[in-house]
């Protein structure tokens, strides 16, 4: 069991941990494009579930094709960071790291657009008939 004081400690840490986690957050969405475009399209899904009275299942998957690709755009952006601090001239090994990154993103991307089309579809066609 923690003292008083370990307990602070704990508390100030966790504080700072989730401080740096937000500014990263923030700086994604404030400087990166892809965030800007990912975040956007994640809005655009979220209105057209809540006009299309989606279920609770489709809820979940929406949410977590939305959360896999802002996640993996900010994996991605964090990795070309880093990238292009260790080495800023071309360099095979860079560019495929920089290639994987990006190739997860777009796959979770082309996999959240069939979901989405899935759920959606059906439920814009029957309003296009009236």
């Known amino acids: 069991m ?8 704990y508390r100030q840490a966790l504080n700072k941990t989730f401080a740096a986690a937000f500014s990263g957050i923030g700086y994604f969405f404030k400087t990166e494009r892809n965030g800007k475009i990912q975040a956007a399209a994640a809005l655009m899904a979220i209105v057209a579930a809540f006009w299309l009275h989606i279920s609770a299942v489709e809820w979940i998957l929406i949410l977590f094709c939305i959360a896999a690709v802002i996640t993996l755009e900010m994996v991605n952006t964090a990795l070309e960071h880093l990238c292009n601090h260790v080495h ?5 090994s860079i560019k495929i790291i920089k290639d994987v ?7 979770a991307s082309i996999l959240s657009i069939i979901t989405g089309l899935i759920i959606f579809v059906p439920k ?5 008939k009236s």
């Open 2 to 9: 923690m003292d008083n004081s370990q307990t602070v400690v």
């Open 88 to 92: 800023e001239d071309y360099h095979p």
């Open 101 to 107: 990154a990006a190739g997860a993103v777009l796959f």
């Open 124 to 128: 814009i066609l029957p309003l296009l």
